[in-house]
């Protein structure tokens, strides 16, 4: 377990960021923390939607199984995110799986205590509001390029928001580390791994964009963009 508190973890989280200590020591009082290893699941498709989940370290997938068994991640939950925040709004099943895509420390509540503290805390509810209609949004989005796109600008388009989303621009480059390997980024766009490792590598024959297994660079946003 780390060596830092789940109140200190808590506190640096974004959605809590400006929460008073009082506040924020009696949503301690309400969580468990815990270390999961990688490639465990978190929980799965029609379990019941029980908790909330804080991420403070490493990385998560949700993912939904087609009817011919196939895997689509649907998000990638980074630090600093909350998932199956849709408890607050439905009683029953969930939709989706959750699993770590490295070692992952991850804070939980009870839904009924998170919605009951929510209610006492308005400036909160509205940010919870908020995060909900903006993910909803980003499903919507991804659907959208999934049916209207084709591969080569689902890929383009997925790297390209990635990289505006969690990246950092140093002058005219966009440098975004962690990068994802080819075969996640081949389920969250519908593609083989096969025709990513040939799009990315084509942009980047271009001077489009860069990468190793660490890293993604995009050198030239404005032409990558035109191609999204």
Known sequence: ?????????LENFNLFELMEKSKMMELDSMTSMQEIKKSQPIYFAEDPSNSIFFLKKGRVKLTRISKEGKELIVALINPGDVFGEMAILDDGERTDFATTMEESLICAISKNDFKQFIEKNPKLNLEITKLIGFRMRKYSERIEDLVFKDAEQRVISFIYNL???QGKKIGEQIFL????THQNIAELTACSRQTVNTILTDLRVQGLID???KKLIIQNE???KKLK
């Open 222 to 224: 404005k032409e990558l």
């Open 177 to 180: 580390k962690p990068f994802l």
């Open 163 to 165: 990289a505006l989303e």
């Open 211 to 213: 990468f190793d297994r």
């Open 1 to 9: 377990m780390s060596d830092k508190s789940k109140l200190w973890y």
